[in-house]
């Protein structure tokens, strides 16, 4: 079975520019979260969507925005981008009730320059 | 909120036993995880503990005391492919369906020959 895909794999913006991510979960998953990761860091919790709807969100700002589309996969979406935003983005899926054992993809390496 | 400590860096030799240690603070609590993830790669899901006791898999155990707020995960037999950091995780809420991990920071395994 195919695990969690994640396009693209790298990626290089410009300050001010926006980015779109893309997630597709493991068959069957339905739940889909998205983190960031920095350097020397762990994940940090950005959003997370369960059946096409968002159950959580972490402390981010409103330039960051996710969507769930009927197939289960995901965007997340970045405007206005700030060097700060330069990070490894994960994506995981998991079956329902057992949201503690999440599959990553290999994510997305945004670098705002 | 919600908060998990752990040593940023441990070192061991090939054929050790290592134990990373995890204090969590958390307005509510359902369960912790490990994950491990090496350079340049996603995290994987490693073990989880719901209550508390040691769940063996392998030559990876882990334990959880609920009422000192601590788990650790032990590694035995180290091998040379045992460096990497390891992530200790609490989902954020109780709904399994629908929810993400708050993660640590991470420790840093290296294990020597």
């Known amino acids: 079975d195919a695990g969690v895909t994640q396009s693209p794999t790298h990626l290089i913006k410009t300050r001010g520019q926006h980015v779109t991510l893309r997630c597709s979960p493991i068959?069957?998953?339905?739940?889909v979260s998205w983190y960031q990761q920095v350097l020397g860091q762990g994940p940090q919790f950005i959003f997370q969507y369960y059946e096409k709807e968002e159950r959580g969100r972490g402390n981010f700002p409103d330039r960051f925005s996710a969507r769930q589309f009927p197939n289960y996969s995901s965007e997340l979406n970045v405007n206005a981008l700030l060097l700060g935003d330069s990070a490894l983005y994960l994506c995981?899926?998991?079956?329902?009730?057992?949201?503690?054992?999440?599959?990553f993809g290999p994510g997305t390496r945004l670098t705002v320059t | 909120g919600q908060s998990l400590e752990q040593p940023s860096e441990v070192t061991a030799v090939e054929g050790a036993i290592v134990q990373i240690n995890c204090t969590y603070q958390t307005s509510g609590f359902y369960g912790l995880s490990w994950y491990q993830q090496h350079d340049g790669g996603a995290p994987t899901f490693l073990s989880y503990?719901?209550?508390?006791g040691l769940e063996e898999t392998g030559r990876f155990s882990s334990f959880l005391s609920r009422s000192d707020s601590y788990g650790y995960l032990l590694l035995q037999e180290l091998q040379m492919k045992d460096s990497a950091s390891y992530f200790c995780a609490t989902p954020i809420d109780k709904d399994q369906a629908g929810t993400a991990l708050i993660f640590g920071k991470g420790t840093t395994l290296s294990v020597s020959s």
């Open positions: 503990n719901a209550l508390d």
């Open positions: 995981a899926s998991s079956h329902t009730d057992t949201a503690y054992e999440q599959y």
């Open positions: 068959s069957g998953h339905k739940s």
